[in-house]
């Protein structure tokens, strides 16, 4: 196809996105946690610009918790996370067209990357809506299933088919 990375690779061979089999799950726990106070610090910066820029330029909403500007900014950093990842997620599908079975479902450094970045999201706006009172019940309960989720699939390799298709 169009890159090497499509081979099949053992999972944890990524920089910073690495865990192995052999870890416990509270090292893959602190490698999500890591990532997701990162995203926090985009998240946040993401409320900044709503906050400095993006409001003012905005019709205001009939519904007065839009217009606050942690809930317009939680709205722009899933938007950063969706283009980001979305691409990520598709390059690495676009990349797996015919490839046999033991590339389909090994490790993957796109995917890896895409996983642990998406996960990772999920934790941090889970707590942050939480924290900021705008997470709904079906919000918690969609945000509990993609963490479980990205949690099973990382515990097993990242597997490029299951973990892109998510």
């Not at 606050?68 to 980001?84: D, H, I, S």
């Not at 993957?108 to 924290?131: K, N």
């Amino acid at each position: 196809m169009w890159t090497d990375f499509a081979l099949p690779q053992d999972c944890g061979l990524v920089p910073f996105f690495a865990t192995s089999p052999e870890d416990t799950p509270l090292q893959v726990a602190w490698l999500f946690v890591a990532y997701a106070c990162a995203w926090a610090a985009v998240w946040y910066a993401c409320c900044l610009v709503a906050k400095y820029w993006l409001l003012s330029r905005l019709p205001p909403s009939h519904v007065a918790s839009e217009n606050r500007a942690v809930y317009t900014g939680q709205k722009l950093a899933a938007l950063l996370k969706v283009a980001v990842l979305s691409g990520l997620a598709n390059f690495g599908l676009l990349d797996l067209i015919g490839q046999p079975p033991p590339v389909l479902y090994g490790g993957y450094v796109v995917i890896e990357v895409a996983g642990v970045l998406f996960t990772s999201f999920e934790i941090a706006d889970l707590v942050l809506c939480s924290v900021h009172r705008f997470l709904g019940f079906e919000d918690a309960i969609h945000h509990s299933i993609h963490i479980a989720l990205g949690w099973l699939i990382r515990a097993n390799c990242a597997p490029a088919l299951t973990a892109s298709v998510l």
